[in-house]
């Protein structure tokens, strides 16, 4: 790997752990307003000093980060789809230039594939063009194994999309967690692996998700709504963190939210 492409993703996925914990707050770019980033900058503010890396849009990240005070960015380079029009969700296509990522200072570049679904080629061939053109430049591509609505989110196709991803040259790739076999995806994947939290799940069932997921092979997480819609967002973020990068046990995790306020 080029010593640009090493420098940059050593910014986000720790060297000395090889983890890391990602705070996504892209969500936007698909679902307009949602909830718990309607007033963006208010929400990530106090976040950030906790997150490894920040992945977002580029709007968002000129009108709701301050430039002197930004983790690591993993820029957001997809779109054109809403979920007004979710039987089109697949219908994606670069929406950035990756000379706008450079001038952004982007520690990687990433977008969503969507293996399986209406337009998997199109995605696939998006992912293509970032690849080649992150080589170029010595940017990283993180590839978000996104899931059509038919699909199951189960180690078999997450384990296919994965690969896939890697195997066209995403550096990282994004996918879920699932039960059983998840360790099946993460070692049959060529690149590091992190995980989304999907939907808002209870605090502890959050915590046990980022426990499993590395304990079975992922690099860590990149977190949304687990995060910014708890009513305990900064404690949440810190025993995410206490997981991923201290390899503490959920327990140990969960008293920093219970702490906070939150009940067994
Ligand atoms: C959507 C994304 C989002 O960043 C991500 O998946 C959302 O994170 P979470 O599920 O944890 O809210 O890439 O395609």
Redesign the pocket.
Known sequence: MDWGMKNRLSRIIKPESGRCVML?V??GYFQGPTTGLKDLRKTITPLLPYADAL?LTRGALRSCVDPENAPPIVLRMSGGNSMIRRDELSDETLTVAVEDAIRLNASAITL?VYVGSPHQKQTIANLAKLVDKGQRYGMPVLA?T?VGAELVRDARYLGLATRLAGEIGAHFV?TYYCEPDFEKVTSASLVPVVI???KKIEEKAALEMAYKAVSQGASGV?????IFQSEWPVPMIQAVRKIVHENATVEEAWEIVKEAGAKD
């Open positions: 996504a892209d969500h992945m969503s978000v996104a994004k989304a939290g999907g990149d977190m949304g709504r687990n």
